[in-house]
């Protein structure tokens, strides 16, 4: 026999479960088209889209670590400008980088109300709470995922929660994709290195059918052309890495 507490009705407590059901079936629609993706981009861009079924929120964006140590952003949702995507920030200079420190969560209800120290400490205008988790792959955080509104005290308890556990599916696809792009730019050096070894083997078969031939114009000309090519070795790998379009580590997201 159900007991049902003195506000709750059946109805209530199957509208409840129903949307219980809906935001799972919502974030396991997240995990699926998150993780499918190989390319950074289309990781970035489908956690974004997928989040607006999640969260009422105004804005959304993801801002990753790069190699020298400062923070830029990767996806935005809605479009921010160009000069936005561009800037490059120190890690300890912003609520973001501050996230990434801690590898802790920052929530603030109200952003009139709450006093923000660093150079950082402006988020956007208009926004009044906001919600950052980090993104945490391989032991380290990598970035953060963050959502911002315009209304005070946006986000229950249990949505921040939800969203806290988003992260770590975001983070590992962000890996993933990240490791993807790795394989090709090696898949790419080895086909190029291995298409230099088989030049190379031809001219020196060639160059020795000219020893034996007493043919020295062409010898000189074949061995020339080794000298040429093992040159190459040492500036080919750089050049391959040019064949390879690696993410951009950005994703610009327009919901329509």
Partial sequence: MTIYGPCESRSDIWMTRREGDQVDALLFRLARQVTARQDLDDVLTETLRCLRPLFTFGGGSIQLLDDDGWIQMAASDPI???????????LGTSVAGRVILTEQPVYIADLEATQISGKGKRISAGVRSYYAVPLVADGRAIGVLQIDSPEPDAWPEDDRALFL????IVAAAIQSARAYARAAAARVRADAAEARLAAARNLVEAARECSRGGEQ???????????????????QPARDMEMVKLPEQRAIVQTG
């Fill in 80 to 90: 921010a400008p160009a000069h936005v995507m561009d800037q490059r920030v120190p």
């Fill in 165 to 168: 556990s988003i992260a770590p």
């Fill in 217 to 235: 114009r062409d010898l000189d000309r074949h061995l020339d052309r080794l000298q040429r090519l093992l040159a190459s070795v040492v500036e």
